[in-house]
């Protein structure tokens, strides 16, 4: 069978790509940072005792700033694929910590290609790159439209972007970027604004909180459904030869449509339980990030699924269920239409 290295398997995208890569027959290893309580509730559902018999899903402890014990999982574990999804990736977050930005989300990336030319040249690679790298470029974006960053996160995705495609041309490694815009689920953090709003209108309704706090309204961003941009990172690794994609809708919505969707949903109005903080508005604001991604729906033959209004609906239903209230249904049945019995059918 194949073998899969996830960093960053704890995570939204680590997760469903766990699965997904479970289901197609993978022993699938991840990396995860120790820590003195658990962290792996995302995965606690397909984990199983690395001494059953069955056990194809393996976690290793380490960290993206410790090449050593990089170098080392990769010797002992010989992937034939690697999925570089780890990172500090909150945007507002990397303003504030912009040094261990850079040493994780930019050097980790450098850390695990030298590792696998070390290694094993003909591992495939993937790097996770990020839509932020476009930042005040104007939409709609490509694969051939120029960047400009607009925080440290995206200034450390780019610099990974371009180790990438420096370790493809100047080794003959294939290794590739899945240029990503948003993409959401229920399993999106809780500090991600599309989650704080989701989860947010499901505290209000049970009565825990009276409002939610946010920033920048009128940004607008290119929204999709996590699961289906994590099948897109393994199609990208099934071709011949690596290459770099953006994956994306194509449509974009402001933050004040995301509230306007989640509170319509639920019957009640954003305006009376939403207030404006400064803090958490960012030094240097992305206005609009849309997603051109003809090379992806035509090579790869991947297009999405899920829009805008059904993947509301499916995020406030799972945390409406999470805070014990009756969820209004919606979500649950979208998720059965476009994706009957598949591995992506849990939260």
């Given at each position: 069978m194949k073998i899969a290295f996830i960093t960053g398997i704890t995570g939204q995208d680590g997760s469903y790509l766990a699965e997904l890569l479970l289901s197609k027959g993978y022993e699938v290893h991840g990396l995860v940072r120790?820590?003195?309580?658990?962290?792996?509730?995302?995965?606690?559902?397909?984990?199983?005792?690395?001494?059953?018999?069955?056990?194809?899903?393996?976690?290793?402890?380490?960290?993206?700033?410790?090449?050593?014990?990089?170098?080392?999982?990769?010797?002992?574990?010989?992937?034939?694929?690697?999925?570089?999804?780890?990172?500090?990736?909150h945007v507002r977050v990397s303003f504030d910590t912009p040094e261990y930005t850079g040493n994780v989300t930019a050097l980790g990336s450098t850390r695990l290609l030298e590792a696998a030319r070390r290694g094993n040249r003909?591992?495939?690679?993937?790097?996770?790159?990020?839509?932020?790298?476009?930042?005040?470029?104007?939409?709609?974006?490509?694969?051939?439209?120029?960047?400009?960053?607009?925080?440290?996160?995206?200034?450390?995705?780019?610099?990974s972007y371009w180790m990438?495609?420096?370790?493809?041309?100047?080794?003959?490694?294939?290794?590739?970027?899945?240029?990503?815009?948003?993409?959401?689920s229920p399993r999106r953090g809780e500090t991600f604004v599309t989650r704080k709003i989701t989860r947010s209108v499901a505290k209000i309704l049970s009565g825990k909180e009276k409002y939610l706090y946010l920033g920048n309204l009128d940004a607008k961003r290119d929204w999709g459904y996590a699961p289906e941009y994590v099948e897109c990172m393994w199609k990208i690794v099934q071709e011949d030869k690596s290459d770099d994609y953006v994956v994306g809708t194509g449509e974009t919505h402001t933050v004040?449509?995301?509230?306007?969707?989640?509170?319509?949903?639920?019957?009640?109005?954003?305006?009376?339980?939403?207030r404006i903080d400064p803090k958490y508005f960012r030094p240097t604001e992305v206005e609009s990030l849309v997603a051109d991604a003809k090379k992806a729906e035509t090579i790869l033959k991947w297009k999405p699924k899920v829009k805008f209004g059904d993947l509301v609906k499916i995020m406030v239903d799972s945390d409406l269920r999470r805070q014990g209230q009756t969820p209004i249904g919606e979500g649950d049945s979208l998720i059965q239409k476009h994706f009957p019995l598949r591995w992506w059918k849990k939260d």
């Open positions: 120790r820590s003195s309580t658990f962290n792996t509730s995302r995965i606690d559902h397909i984990y199983m005792d690395p001494h059953s018999a069955d056990a194809r899903m393996f976690l290793h402890y380490g960290d993206l700033s410790d090449s050593e014990m990089i170098t080392n999982i990769m010797y002992n574990i010989k992937p034939d694929e690697v999925y570089h999804l780890g990172a500090q990736s003909e591992m495939k690679f993937y790097q996770a790159s990020s839509s932020e790298m476009f930042g005040a470029t104007p939409p709609p974006q490509s694969e051939e439209t120029c960047f400009w960053p607009r925080s440290p996160y995206a200034c450390a995705k780019l610099y990438v495609k420096n370790y493809r041309d100047g080794y003959g490694m294939f290794a590739a970027n899945g240029i990503l815009f948003n993409h959401e004040r449509e995301f509230l306007d969707a989640v509170f319509d949903y639920v019957d009640l109005k954003f305006e009376d339980h939403v």
